[in-house]
Protein backbone atom coordinates (compact mmCIF):
# COMPACT_ATOMS: atom_id res chain seq x y z
CA UNK A 1 0.00 0.00 0.00
CA UNK A 2 3.01 2.24 0.60
CA UNK A 3 4.03 1.64 -2.72
CA UNK A 4 0.80 3.07 -4.12
CA UNK A 5 0.57 5.63 -2.25
CA UNK A 6 3.96 6.71 -2.62
CA UNK A 7 4.20 6.37 -6.68
CA UNK A 8 0.50 7.53 -7.53
CA UNK A 9 0.49 3.95 -9.55
CA UNK A 10 -3.09 3.95 -9.69
CA UNK A 11 -3.68 7.50 -10.88
CA UNK A 12 -7.01 8.41 -8.93
CA UNK A 13 -7.63 5.18 -7.05
CA UNK A 14 -4.14 6.06 -5.35
CA UNK A 15 -5.85 9.55 -3.87
CA UNK A 16 -8.97 7.12 -3.00
CA UNK A 17 -6.79 4.80 -0.93
CA UNK A 18 -4.60 7.60 0.35
CA UNK A 19 -7.07 8.83 1.96
CA UNK A 20 -8.71 5.20 3.27
CA UNK A 21 -5.37 4.23 4.99
CA UNK A 22 -6.12 7.66 7.17
CA UNK A 23 -9.57 6.68 8.52
CA UNK A 24 -8.31 4.95 11.27
CA UNK A 25 -6.83 7.57 12.51
CA UNK A 26 -10.05 9.67 12.09
CA UNK A 27 -12.38 7.02 13.64
CA UNK A 28 -12.89 7.09 17.03
CA UNK A 29 -10.88 3.44 18.54
CA UNK A 30 -14.19 2.31 19.98
CA UNK A 31 -16.48 2.73 17.28
CA UNK A 32 -13.52 0.73 14.60
CA UNK A 33 -13.61 -1.88 17.65
CA UNK A 34 -17.46 -2.16 17.17
CA UNK A 35 -17.28 -2.12 13.55
CA UNK A 36 -14.51 -4.70 13.59
CA UNK A 37 -16.24 -6.85 16.20
CA UNK A 38 -19.36 -7.04 13.83
CA UNK A 39 -18.11 -8.10 10.73
CA UNK A 40 -15.31 -10.26 12.27
CA UNK A 41 -16.74 -11.91 15.47
CA UNK A 42 -20.66 -12.06 14.46
CA UNK A 43 -19.09 -13.09 11.06
CA UNK A 44 -16.21 -15.01 11.43
CA UNK A 45 -17.40 -16.96 14.24
CA UNK A 46 -14.80 -19.70 14.29
CA UNK A 47 -12.01 -16.88 14.70
CA UNK A 48 -10.34 -17.20 17.95
CA UNK A 49 -10.56 -14.03 20.04
CA UNK A 50 -6.68 -13.57 20.02
CA UNK A 51 -6.65 -13.51 16.27
CA UNK A 52 -9.69 -11.08 16.65
CA UNK A 53 -6.94 -8.92 19.14
CA UNK A 54 -4.45 -8.96 16.56
CA UNK A 55 -6.57 -7.73 13.79
CA UNK A 56 -7.67 -5.07 15.99
CA UNK A 57 -4.40 -3.62 16.51
CA UNK A 58 -3.18 -3.93 13.11
CA UNK A 59 -6.16 -2.32 11.67
CA UNK A 60 -6.09 0.48 14.41
CA UNK A 61 -1.98 0.96 13.84
CA UNK A 62 -1.46 0.30 9.98
CA UNK A 63 -2.03 4.10 9.07
CA UNK A 64 1.52 5.17 10.90
CA UNK A 65 3.45 2.29 9.56
CA UNK A 66 1.93 2.57 5.70
CA UNK A 67 2.62 6.85 6.01
CA UNK A 68 6.08 5.74 7.46
CA UNK A 69 7.03 3.33 4.46
CA UNK A 70 5.07 5.67 1.72
CA UNK A 71 7.50 8.73 2.97
CA UNK A 72 10.55 6.79 2.74
CA UNK A 73 9.36 5.23 -0.78
CA UNK A 74 8.69 8.76 -1.60
CA UNK A 75 12.16 9.51 -0.94
CA UNK A 76 13.51 6.84 -3.44
CA UNK A 77 14.45 7.98 -6.88
CA UNK A 78 12.31 5.82 -9.56
CA UNK A 79 15.24 5.60 -11.97
CA UNK A 80 17.02 3.09 -9.57
CA UNK A 81 13.97 0.84 -9.84
CA UNK A 82 13.76 1.81 -13.52
CA UNK A 83 17.37 0.62 -14.12
CA UNK A 84 16.80 -2.92 -12.25
CA UNK A 85 14.14 -3.85 -14.42
CA UNK A 86 15.78 -3.06 -17.54
CA UNK A 87 18.75 -5.33 -16.31
CA UNK A 88 15.96 -7.90 -15.76
CA UNK A 89 14.82 -8.04 -12.44
CA UNK A 90 11.22 -8.98 -11.48
CA UNK A 91 8.84 -6.98 -9.49
CA UNK A 92 10.08 -9.05 -6.47
CA UNK A 93 13.41 -8.53 -7.03
CA UNK A 94 13.32 -4.66 -7.31
CA UNK A 95 11.58 -4.95 -4.03
CA UNK A 96 13.87 -7.22 -2.18
CA UNK A 97 17.48 -5.83 -3.70
CA UNK A 98 16.37 -1.85 -3.94
CA UNK A 99 13.31 -0.62 -2.28
CA UNK A 100 13.43 -2.95 1.18
CA UNK A 101 17.55 -2.12 1.71
CA UNK A 102 17.01 1.74 1.02
CA UNK A 103 13.33 1.47 3.82
CA UNK A 104 14.45 -0.75 6.13
CA UNK A 105 14.89 2.19 8.69
CA UNK A 106 11.62 3.50 7.65
CA UNK A 107 10.11 -0.33 8.78
CA UNK A 108 11.68 0.08 12.21
CA UNK A 109 10.42 3.72 12.57
CA UNK A 110 7.26 3.07 11.70
CA UNK A 111 7.15 -0.08 13.57
CA UNK A 112 7.92 2.13 16.59
CA UNK A 113 5.25 3.89 15.97
CA UNK A 114 3.00 0.81 15.52
CA UNK A 115 3.86 -0.51 18.99
CA UNK A 116 3.54 2.66 20.66
CA UNK A 117 0.15 3.35 19.34
CA UNK A 118 -0.92 -0.62 20.40
CA UNK A 119 0.64 -0.76 23.40
CA UNK A 120 -2.18 2.49 24.51
CA UNK A 121 -5.04 1.22 22.81
CA UNK A 122 -7.87 0.31 24.93
CA UNK A 123 -11.09 1.11 22.66
CA UNK A 124 -10.67 -1.00 20.41
CA UNK A 125 -9.82 -3.74 23.02
CA UNK A 126 -12.73 -3.57 25.11
CA UNK A 127 -15.52 -3.58 21.91
CA UNK A 128 -13.63 -6.06 20.01
CA UNK A 129 -13.02 -9.10 22.71
CA UNK A 130 -13.64 -10.30 26.15
CA UNK A 131 -9.10 -10.57 26.43
CA UNK A 132 -7.74 -7.99 29.20
CA UNK A 133 -4.17 -6.93 27.45
CA UNK A 134 -2.09 -4.63 30.34
CA UNK A 135 -3.84 -1.00 29.66
CA UNK A 136 -7.50 -2.53 29.73
CA UNK A 137 -6.27 -4.25 33.26
CA UNK A 138 -4.52 -0.85 34.60
CA UNK A 139 -7.45 1.26 33.35
CA UNK A 140 -10.03 -1.80 35.70
CA UNK A 141 -7.79 -1.08 38.27
CA UNK A 142 -8.33 2.81 38.20
CA UNK A 143 -11.75 2.82 37.91
CA UNK A 144 -12.02 0.21 40.66
CA UNK A 145 -13.58 -2.48 38.88
CA UNK A 146 -11.02 -5.01 40.28
CA UNK A 147 -9.54 -3.92 43.94
CA UNK A 148 -5.87 -3.36 43.01
CA UNK A 149 -3.90 -0.84 45.80
CA UNK A 150 -2.13 2.40 45.35
CA UNK A 151 1.00 0.32 44.80
CA UNK A 152 -0.28 -2.23 42.56
CA UNK A 153 -1.50 0.22 40.28
CA UNK A 154 1.60 2.38 40.38
CA UNK A 155 3.89 -1.17 40.07
CA UNK A 156 1.40 -1.83 37.03
CA UNK A 157 1.89 1.72 34.99
CA UNK A 158 5.94 0.88 35.81
CA UNK A 159 5.95 -2.06 34.48
CA UNK A 160 4.10 -0.85 31.49
CA UNK A 161 6.89 2.38 31.18
CA UNK A 162 9.43 0.19 31.72
CA UNK A 163 8.97 -2.51 29.16
CA UNK A 164 7.51 0.07 26.31
CA UNK A 165 11.01 1.68 27.23
CA UNK A 166 12.89 -1.49 26.87
CA UNK A 167 11.35 -2.64 23.63
CA UNK A 168 12.13 1.40 22.21
CA UNK A 169 15.27 1.65 23.78
CA UNK A 170 15.93 -2.00 21.53
CA UNK A 171 14.28 -0.32 18.75
CA UNK A 172 16.13 2.46 18.39
CA UNK A 173 19.76 0.65 18.98
CA UNK A 174 18.91 -1.47 15.82
CA UNK A 175 18.65 2.05 13.83
CA UNK A 176 21.63 3.82 15.43
CA UNK A 177 23.64 6.22 13.33
CA UNK A 178 21.99 4.82 10.33
CA UNK A 179 18.72 6.58 9.42
CA UNK A 180 19.31 8.19 6.09
CA UNK A 181 15.54 6.97 5.21
Given at each position: ?A??????????????????V??P????????????????????????D????????????????VR????????????????????????L????????P???????????????????E????????????????L?????????????????G?G??????F????????????????
Amino acid sequence: MAIIVARKRLGATSSILNVLVDIPIIVPSVALGVSLRFFWKETLTFIPDIWLLIFAHLAITYPYFVRAMSAAVERINVELEEASRTLGAKPLGVFRTILLPLTKYSLFSGAIMVFTRSVSETGATLAVTSLKTAPVVLVDWVKGKVFATPLEIGSGCGFLILFSFIILLVLRFAIRGKRRY
